[in-house]
């Protein structure tokens, strides 16, 4: 074992450890191409290969898609186990014109490595992977047990996943069995600002849903039949435009029945991020902000929930005019949720809503998601409290503390599984560009990222006063 000190470690492997990052990040497993799928498969062969190499027992778990690699160290008496979740998959890197240098060749510039995963998930995930390297590489052995999963179809849906918790196909030990843990950890989303390290306590939840309104039996000319059959477009338009009313609160009844106002610590934690809405304005390129009456953009964005249209398709749209009356018109669309309310109810209420509003003359059919409830953390929790001491110790600032309007399927699949709740601690930087061209991360903060980790599990074994080590 060697004698020098985790951060004298990191810092002379730094190049070695980026060297290795680059290696996974060169392999093209965008998970939501089938034409990919071996590019995919040979990213979990890397990530297995580093598991073995660095000491855990490690295995390959054969799913009906991409395996799951799993990774733990030995158990220690009287201490936590952390359950270290990613995923190697990434999204497609269309369109390819818009890189500045290809996707799938890392590519450092102003500090920054440029390929697609480079912040999702791939960079922030090996923080942890080069952060238990450090420790045991240096200490010979970890204060706590670590486990690794690490899934191959975060991008699509994690079919794989969930046919594993649901033990297809059975196998001698349960998913929950497995992985059996005291807390989850997730590095898969971002830091509040440059220079200023964030933990993310809340999550939104969500429901999806796709509503089809059919009307007439073929499209028809309007003036021969406009005004005397029901028009699906028209209808659509009726139906969405009434979800919302002009101060941007959602109509459907009982919506808001569960949701509890913030607490006043909370508004002053919102209040001491300096926010500039003038700012944020101008970043998303819009003339005017909008939303629920009597909250800021922060609280609306991260707090309270709110309804999109993704997507809408009917009549025509290519050039020119043709006074088509539509035989038919879909929609694409969502409700973001938030902490108490229920994606089951709110189902029932949307889908009671649609039948209430549809018009005569025309059947509408709705496809929606199961739905993802929100997630919080109250930021007191003692597990907070050691994931802020570390970040303190890695990054050399103490944490804000922050929500995210998104959705990660993962945490509710991790709190309703396997009881436990999930520290969602990024390294990331919302230009990191994640899902779009010329994706990016910090070196800096890879480098940060790999000593918080390090830190991270002496917190953990303090929280839980191990002291042997």
């Known amino acids: 074992m060697a004698s020098e000190t985790i951060e ?16 996974l990040l060169r392999i093209p497993s965008i998970g939501t191409d089938p034409a990919y799928v071996t590019d995919t498969r040979r ?12 000491g855990l027992q490690t295995e390959l778990i054969e799913t009906c898609g991409q395996p799951l690699v799993f990774a733990q160290s030995p158990p220690v008496a009287g201490a936590p186990t952390v359950l270290i979740y990613g995923h190697y998959d990434v999204q497609p890197p269309d369109p390819l014109g818009e890189w500045t240098t290809p996707p799938f060749e890392p590519t450092i510039r102003d500090g920054n490595v440029y390929a697609r995963g480079a912040t999702d998930n791939k960079g922030q995930l090996l923080t942890h992977v080069f952060g238990v390297e450090s420790y045991l590489q240096t200490k010979g052995k ?12 975060e991008e699509s849906g994690g079919a794989g996943l969930k046919a594993f918790f649901r033990n297809e196909p059975l196998r001698a030990e349960s998913a929950k069995e497995k992985l059996r843990a005291d807390i989850a950890v997730i590095s898969d989303c971002s830091q509040y600002a440059s220079e200023k390290p964030a933990i993310t306590h809340g999550l939104r939840g969500g429901v999806y849903f796709e509503v089809i309104l059919t009307g007439p039996n073929r499209d028809l000319h309007s003036g021969y039949f406009g005004g005397s059959v029901s028009n699906p477009a028209n209808a659509l338009c009726s139906i969405l435009g009434s979800i919302v009313d002009q101060g941007g ?9 569960e949701v509890q106002e913030l607490s006043n610590d909370e508004q002053v934690q919102l209040q001491k991020l300096d926010f500039s809405e003038n700012q944020f304005r101008d970043e998303v390129g819009a003339n005017e902000l909008f939303g629920e009456k009597g909250y800021s953009t922060l609280q609306r964005r991260w707090c309270r929930p709110s309804f999109d249209i993704h997507g809408l398709t009917s009549g025509y749209q290519d050039a020119g005019a043709k006074t088509v009356l539509p035989a038919l018109a879909s929609a694409k669309f969502s409700f973001r949720l938030v902490p108490h309310q229920n994606p089951q109810k709110i189902k029932e209420a949307v889908v009671h809503w649609l039948e209430e509003k549809c018009p005569p003359g025309i059947q509408f059919e709705v496809n929606s998601s199961a739905g993802v409830a929100a997630f919080v953390l109250e ?8 994931a802020a001491a570390a970040i303190q110790a890695g990054f050399g600032r103490r944490p804000v503390y922050i929500r995210s309007g998104g959705s990660i399927p993962v945490v509710s699949l991790f709190t309703n599984e396997l009881q436990i709740d999930t ?7 919302d230009d990191d560009n994640l899902h779009s061209p010329n994706e990016k991360f910090s070196l800096n903060d890879f480098q940060k990222g790999i000593k918080t980790s390090c830190h991270l599990l002496d917190e953990l074994a303090v929280v839980f006063d191990v002291s042997q080590y």
């Open 8 to 23: 004298a470690f990191i810092e002379n492997n730094q190049f070695r450890f980026q060297d290795e990052l680059f290696e």
């Open 43 to 54: 990213a979990a062969s890397w990530l297995h290969a580093k598991f073995k190499c660095i």
């Open 142 to 153: 970890l204060p706590i047990q670590v486990k690794f999963l690490i899934e191959g179809e």
């Open 249 to 257: 609160r959602i109509q459907i009844p009982g919506f808001y029945d």
């Open 379 to 386: 930021t007191n929790s003692k597990y907070m409290q050691a």
């Open 423 to 429: 520290l969602l601690l990024g390294w990331g930087q």
